[in-house]
Each structure stands twice: as structure tokens, then as C-alpha cells.
């Protein structure tokens, strides 16, 4: 696996490949497979400008080619994940009813807090049914200034795209 990390806007963010996938992402306080290779390869280079052009707002998706390791149920959640729109948010349930198991809102939870990949596999983006904010392992500060970066971004672009 080869890994590498890059100064960001929010810290210190180390990305992992494998065989030309991004594996995981990791945020300056989570803990790192010791028996990682320290190099930047391309894809973690492409991995790092998308980051990069997320957070300063030019891009809205990521096109990267990801390959989580999970439960087949992990790899639906995580998926649905991807298909909630860019500024929008997604209750622990509606994850579930679009995974088809619409009792399964805590499962959803733990697949969740178990994304190797978050910001790329965007689960800032789910909140609590009543829309609050719920846990995220780079801390709920963060989960809360990703969603304001992103709402404010996307309120820019509609208010431009109006003129």
C-alpha cells in the first residue's frame, strides 16, 4: 500500500492506494498502517489536486477510482453515500430505504463510522433525522464546516448562474 500526506486547508490528510485505488483516507489524528510505503504515486497525486479542488470549491465530485474494504452491505452503504448531491444532506434512514433495508438506520450508522474513505465517500453529508449533526471521525467541527464550505459554495454558484 502506498500512502502519502498533503497539507490541506484542514489539516493534515494522508491518502492510501492500492494496486491504482484510493483504500483510505486519514485524517492527522488517526492512527497508520505501519507497514505502509511512503510515496506519492500518481492516482494519490490526482487523489490530493481533487481534494485540493474540493476544498477551495471548483469541483463538486470526485473521479477517482475508490476501492474500500467493507461488507457487502458497507460497500451499498457507502455508495449511497456517493449519490447524495453535493451541499445536501441524508438522514441515517433514507440511507437505508435506498439500500433497501429501511429498518437498518443504526447498520447505516456503523457503516458510517467505518468508511476507510471519507470526504471521498462524502459521510459528512448524513445527519440525524432531525437534521442534527451526528458523529464523524474528523470530529463534528469538521463535519460542520465541510457542509457550510460546501451550502456556501453552491449558493455562489446558484446566485451566479441566476444572473
Given amino acids: 500500500m502506498g500512502l502519502y500526506f498533503y497539507q490541506t486547508d484542514i ?24 507497514d505502509s510505503d511512503l510515496c506519492e504515486t500518481p492516482i494519490l497525486k ?3 489536486q481533487q481534494l485540493y479542488a ?24 457507502w455508495a449511497s ?10 438522514s441515517y434512514k433514507e440511507i ?22 471519507p470526504i471521498f465517500i462524502p459521510c459528512h453529508r448524513v445527519v440525524g433525522a432531525n437534521g442534527s449533526l451526528t458523529g464523524y ?11 457550510i464550505m460546501e451550502q456556501r459554495k453552491a449558493k455562489i454558484k446558484a446566485d451566479r448562474d441566476s444572473i
Fill in 11 to 34: 489539516g493534515k490528510i494522508g491518502i492510501a492506494e492500492q494496486s491504482g485505488s484510493i483504500t483510505n483516507l486519514y485524517f492527522a489524528e488517526d492512527p497508520v498502517p505501519q
Fill in 46 to 48: 490526482e487523489a490530493a
Fill in 54 to 77: 474540493y476544498l477551495s470549491g471548483t469541483i463538486e465530485e470526485f473521479n477517482l477510482p475508490l476501492a474500500p474494504a467493507g461488507t457487502v452491505f458497507m460497500k451499498q452503504v
Fill in 81 to 90: 453515500l456517493c449519490e447524495i448531491p453535493y451541499s445536501k444532506t441524508a
Fill in 96 to 117: 437505508a430505504v435506498r439500500v433497501g433495508n429501511p429498518k437498518a438506520a443504526r447498520a447505516v450508522g456503523l457503516a458510517n463510522n467505518r468508511n476507510p474513505i
Fill in 137 to 147: 471521525r474528523g470530529g463534528l467541527d469538521l463535519k460542520q464546516r465541510l457542509l
